[in-house]
């Protein structure tokens, strides 16, 4: 299997805590989604107990690494701020930045999305004991990598389209 999530799941993490001011700097970095603005409907939950750890390892079927983690952060939506495209295509970005800065901090990441599914959702929001008026969304564990992850080359010049001359090499 060579999808990101068998590549990502197998990684090992060092077994040292992630600084607060690394947390919160890729915080910030997801807040500045453009779409975000003065209705930010996020909220996040920065998760280091090891047993809460564990439990939010078993809510979603690629999350098998949380357990390993030094950290997780769990996203979540207030209820009444939903709005079915918005709060997608905003949260596909602000989590997009913080896959950017973990990455420009050395630590590895992806986000797992567990919306729409109510099992995986209500299983969060029970682990972290989320009030009533939020939702969970995506698990987002991260940490420093024990060793460093090779970057796929993604680049094909098949995927580029020449409208008009091709300029000469």
Not at 61 to 77: E, F, H, L, N, T
Not at 88 to 94: E, G, H, K, P, T
Not at 121 to 150: C, H, N, S, W
């Amino acid at each position: 299997m060579n999808s990101i999530y068998h590549r990502i799941s197998v990684r090992k993490y060092q077994d040292k805590p992630v600084e607060k001011e690394k947390i919160e700097a890729m915080l910030r970095a997801a807040m500045q989604a453009p779409s975000a603005g003065d209705q930010q409907p996020w909220e996040f939950y920065v998760v280091t107990d090891k047993a809460k750890l564990a439990a939010l390892s078993k809510v979603h079927q690629y999350a098998g690494m949380v357990k390993d983690a030094p950290a997780a952060i769990v996203s979540a939506y207030r209820k009444e701020c939903w709005m079915p495209v918005y709060a997608q295509i905003d949260l596909s970005i602000a989590m997009e930045n913080l896959w950017l800065e973990t990455d420009a901090q050395g630590l590895g990441g992806v986000w797992l999305g567990i919306a729409p599914l109510e099992d995986r959702m209500r299983a969060v929001e029970e682990v972290l004991d989320m009030p009533d008026t939020l939702r969970a969304f995506a698990i987002f564990p991260f940490g420093y990598p024990a060793q460093a992850r090779k970057q796929r080359d993604r680049f094909d010049p098949a995927r580029i389209h020449w409208v008009g001359q091709e300029p000469e090499e």
